[in-house]
């Protein structure tokens, strides 16, 4: 390693925050509740806050260009909807920050091959046909080690099903800093929990809300009017029991603890502050409770989006200057990178 490169020690990194979503379409409760509050919640606190629309990760499987351009913007206008100030926090688009993709391959080098075909999520996507799966779906776990440790986070808010995709981030970067004899990567937190870490389907509450679901009716698309959030809400499935007033009275009850997750979520509350007020109300009661906060919180974003959609002039310039602030922070960091494994740079 070269003597110019000076390496932080563990305790000296930016409290720095990055997460991304796909702009792969389908906006749902899910995204807002499980990423995007919690995504302005971190902006409110002591953190650099980065959120970006990982549109490399989206290519893993095949996306219509236009309709890929067009769900970018969506996706950034959904941001900014639910209060992501781009003064505050950088927002941009990944393939704008070629850094990424550079760092990318560098941590393609540093993975193991076991590493990642131990990821359950590469086999949850590809499923039987593994053979026809993109190489890209396969590393995608050493891009988006790429994508957080290229900007030194050191937090990052995830849901549960991208855990293990943040202990091989982890992984990447203790064996990075181990092969150089450098302190230079960040051992990055995962930020998990809450009320709605994970939100469940309005029809069968074992399983994940999904944009990919048949039915629309087992989610709550964050492009809905109020009508319609209101008339999802009132057909949810529930059971004929009452509420209960303790937290562990909804075991064994999945759609229970799902319609009392998400009130609890989009009020700010837990579990139990909320079975505390309601318990022993039968969902005739909770039911128009539930409808009238969602409507509150959620019909306001969904407003404010079609309205930014209408020209995307305003949401085009943020990005802009989105991906140049955050080029400002990537290319240092991957210039010293390029510089303690070797690479001549000119």
């Not at 990642?116 to 190489?135: H, I, P, V, Y």
């Not at 982890?170 to 990567?185: E, Q, Y």
Request: proline content about 5%; overall charge negative.
């Amino acid at each position: 390693m070269s003597d110019a490169v000076q390496t932080p020690s563990q305790s000296q990194f930016t409290k720095r925050v990055f997460s991304g979503i796909q702009p792969s379409g389908g906006l749902t409760l899910g995204n807002y509740l499980g990423a995007v509050k919690r995504f302005v919640e971190m902006q409110q606190a002591d953190y650099e806050t980065l959120y970006c629309m990982v549109d490399l990760h989206a290519i893993t499987v095949w996306q219509d260009p236009e309709t890929l351009r067009f769900r970018t913007r969506e996706l950034a206008a959904f941001f900014i909807a639910s209060g992501l100030d781009p003064a505050k926090s950088i927002l941009f688009n990944q393939s704008a920050v070629p850094e990424h993709a550079q760092l990318g391959w560098i941590f393609n080098c540093v993975a193991r091959m076991g590493w990642m075909q131990r990821m359950t999520q590469f086999k949850d996507k590809a499923g039987k046909n593994a053979q026809n799966a993109s190489l890209g779906l396969f590393g995608y776990p050493a891009l988006m080690a790429a994508d957080i440790l290229l900007y030194h986070a050191t937090h990052v808010p995830v849901g549960d099903d991208q855990k293990q995709h943040l202990e091989l981030t982890r992984d990447i970067a203790i064996k990075f800093n181990h092969d150089f004899g450098v302190d230079f990567f960040p051992i990055t937190e995962p930020v998990i929990g809450g009320p709605a870490a994970r939100v469940m389907s309005l029809r069968d509450g074992s399983k994940k809300m999904s944009k990919s679901d048949p039915s629309d009716l087992s989610r709550i698309n964050m492009s809905d009017d109020t009508d319609t959030i209101a008339q999802k809400f009132r057909k949810a499935k529930t059971d004929p029991d009452a509420l209960p007033s303790e937290a562990d009275g909804l075991e064994g009850r999945p759609e229970a603890r799902n319609l009392v997750g998400i009130y609890a979520a989009l009020g700010d509350e837990t579990v139990d502050q909320v079975l505390a007020d309601v318990g022993g109300k039968q969902f005739s009661e909770f039911k128009p409770m539930l409808v009238d906060r969602a409507v509150e919180k959620l019909a306001p974003i969904s407003t404010e989006m079609a309205r930014l959609m209408q020209d995307t002039t305003e949401l085009d310039r943020v990005l802009k200057d989105g991906s140049q602030r955050a080029r400002a922070i990537a290319a240092p960091i991957l210039k010293k990178t390029y510089d303690i494994v070797g690479m001549l740079q000119s």
